[in-house]
Structure formats: C-alpha cells, structure tokens
C-alpha cells in the first residue's frame, strides 16, 4: 500500500474499519476515539517513512489490540 490519489478514501475505510473493530472488541474504554486515532497514525507513519504494509486491516488491528492493552495497563 503507498499513498496515491486515493489515499484519503483508503483512509475513510480504515477509520470507519478501526471504529467498528473497536466498538465491537473494546466498548469498555472511554478513550476509543484516541486508539482509533493513535492507531491510524501508526499507519501513516510508517508508509510515509517508505516502509511497506501487505495487509492493512490485519496491520491496524494489531496496533489497535496493543494500544487497548497498554490503555489497560495505565488504567489500573
């Protein structure tokens, strides 16, 4: 995946994709918005260092699973 002309629809369908995972797997945190966030940023990130992502989805879902872990961390 690299950014292209399209790079701002990809980036709506993997907004709308990290809320929807996190709705569902993480309801509990009060800071779901920042996670998504956090987590996209993850992505941009590391494509605007050059690097490249096979599987996107699969990429921000790990990300997101390791922000909730350490927002549980911090939390306790």
Same mark, same amino acid.
């Given at each position: +995946?690299?950014?292209?002309?399209?790079?701002?629809?990809?980036? *709506? *369908?993997?907004?709308?994709?990290?809320?929807?995972?996190?709705? /569902?797997?993480?309801?509990?945190?009060?800071?779901?918005?920042?996670?998504?966030?956090?987590? #996209? +940023? *993850? #992505?941009?990130?590391?494509?605007?260092?050059?690097?490249?992502?096979? /599987?996107?989805?699969?990429?921000?879902?790990?990300?997101?699973?390791?922000?909730?872990?350490?927002?549980?961390? *911090?939390?306790?």
């Amino acid at each position: +995946m690299e950014f292209g002309q399209d790079f701002e629809q990809q980036c *709506e *369908e993997y907004l709308s994709y990290l809320y929807g995972q996190a709705e /569902h797997l993480y309801s509990d945190c009060t800071e779901l918005d920042v996670l998504v966030q956090d987590t #996209l +940023m *993850e #992505l941009i990130v590391k494509l605007n260092k050059g690097e490249v992502v096979e /599987h996107p989805k699969g990429f921000l879902a790990a990300v997101l699973k390791n922000k909730y872990n350490t927002w549980l961390r *911090e939390k306790i």
